[in-house]
């Protein structure tokens, strides 16, 4: 899948978000390496902080379709510069990530554009290698 398509599976499930409290829809996208697209909306909580982020959504959906690794990423949100996951998003995307070079893509509603790593967005990142036995 091009990145254009991922951004525009992004683009459609930010509308389905439930933000009731900030308004702010994010929505977030991801390819695994067999090609299979998963999406996430962010939804908020009255007891905030107990909503969950685009990307967080998008992962649970890999997961219960029995997926585990992400070849790319797209998040997008209605802001003047793209939105970088948040720092528990990125950790939950490096988890997954077939690697550090995995790209990630923010975008914004009006066709801006920011491309990084998962290595630049979260240098010297805790990862599941810290966790083998030596």
Do not use: W
């Not at 930010?14 to 929505?27: D, M, T």
């Amino acid at each position: 899948m091009p990145r254009a398509e991922l951004i525009a599976a992004a683009r459609a499930i930010r509308e389905n978000a439930y933000v009731p409290y900030s308004r702010f829809k994010v929505g977030a996208a991801l390819r695994t390496p067999d090609g299979a697209v998963f999406a996430g909306c962010n939804v908020e909580n009255a007891a905030y902080p107990e909503g969950t982020c685009a990307e967080a959504g998008a992962i649970a959906a890999m997961v219960a379709a029995g997926r585990y690794r992400i070849a790319e990423v797209a998040v997008i949100a209605d802001s003047p510069t793209p939105v970088t996951p948040c720092g528990g998003c990125r950790q939950k995307l490096r988890e997954f990530a077939i690697s550090g070079e995995m790209p990630v893509t923010m975008a914004t509603l009006d066709g801006g554009e920011l491309t990084l790593t998962i290595a630049e967005l979260l240098p010297g990142a805790f990862g599941p290698n810290h966790m083998q036995k030596a």
